[in-house]
């Protein structure tokens, strides 16, 4: 394994909020008290371009974001004193997304607002003191921590003038970002799975860790001292992953097809997109994925500028209605009644997608049978994974009747690959911020046919 720098913990597409009772004997809750953690405005005083670089990052704002936030208060922590069963997330949400507030027993944390060190959190001293997990392939917070003067690291010559530092393989791992990217539900459902997809694909074969796409590295020191070594490999502290654009962009290659260039109005046209996913060692979307969405929407615009929408051609898979997009389908009824909404019906299913488009989805189920935003209370996985596997193609064909009011000329066919991190539904009724259920372009194709 080769050698890295600064802490590790990758980011899949997809951060979300870990909420289970299913937890591995690892961290326990109030083992610790916050003192036993350096800030990491501490950590910054050597280690200034890393502390910069996390501090812009998802780790950095893992209880502050403001999905997380709202999430937690207005959702699982509500949900955790209404119902037994889910009763565990009031703490477990919290052991990955502020692990020191729960390592020192401060649970449930007091909001954002009220600016303790929960908001800290995954902070440098939760990495650099993690030392191993419980389980052979980790989930839910099994991770063991020792606090104290000596960092684990990845690199068996590292020095440092300020505190010891130990080489620990655990550090440079795939296996510690399981420890929180991987989850089961109260009910036994693997609602998030993104180290599980890695380990089963071809990726881990190879060797490459999740380190290697989301810590990428770059030359430069680990630290600001005159002792610290230039190196060829630092690792970069970003942890780029979903909520980036950038690292959205070109994630899933996108083709447009076509056997017919000239035809008449009235006339059927094939279209074929082909969709392959060659640059992310897991399914996209992964992480969150009952909320995370990927979708592709067709469309033809005539030479006077009309636009016109081309539904995909269904497949006929058990559960395929859950991956066409329907503007009449309601979810997410589970979420009204935590929050007590007198007749509540639920929100729309797929936000903003326009109909028949083909939305790349592993939908979630409650106990009732409804689909779900709520991963805690994720009760079963159907077998409904429409979802691009690593090194998968898909391919959507499309069958669409020329309309008889498009005017001749050259016709743009446009295929495009649009990601949110949330409905739009949910972003707009939970009053988060526009870019946190904004569409993001991940790729798109076009061709030109002629109307006769």
Sequence with gaps: MKGRGGSILALGLGFGILCSTQTAQGAEMGSFV??????????????????????????????????????????????????????????????????????????????????????EGVSCEVCHHITGSTEAEPFNFSFTIEPGKTMQGPRSDAKSPVHGVEFSEFTGSSELCATCHDEQSPYGAWVKSTYREWKAGPYAKEGTRCQDCHMYDAAGKAAKNKSAKPREDVAHHVFHGSHFASKLAGAIDLALYTG?????????????????????????????????????????????????????????????????????????QAMGEIMEVKDWKGLSRDGIVPDGSRIFRRPFFDPEGRMTICQWYTAENTGIDYRIGPREMKIEKYRWVVPTDAAAGPMTIEAQLFYSQVPSSVGEYMGLPATEYASIKVNEATLTINIK
């Design 260 to 332: 017919k260039t000239s035809v008449s109005a009235g006339d059927n046209v094939g279209l074929r997109a082909e969709l392959f996913n060659g640059k992310a060692g897991h399914y996209v979307p992964s992480g969150s994925t009952e909320e995370r969405m990927l979708w592709l929407e067709m469309r033809g615009i005539d030479s006077a500028g009309k636009t016109f929408n081309i539904p995909v051609e269904p497949k006929g898979f058990s559960g395929e209605e859950y991956t066409i997009a329907d503007s009449k389908a309601l979810a997410y």
């Design 34 to 119: 916050y003192n036993d953690f350096k800030k990491p405005t501490y950590c910054g005083g050597c280690h200034k371009a890393i502390f910069q670089e996390w501090k812009q990052s998802l780790m950095a704002q893992s209880f502050t974001h403001e999905w997380d936030e709202a999430e937690y208060f207005k959702l699982a922590l509500p949900h955790s004193q209404k119902l037994e069963k889910v009763a565990g997330v009031k703490a477990g949400c919290i052991g990955c997304h502020s692990p020191l507030a729960f390592l020192s027993g401060d649970i449930p944390p007091k909001d954002v607002a009220a600016g303790t060190r929960a908001n």
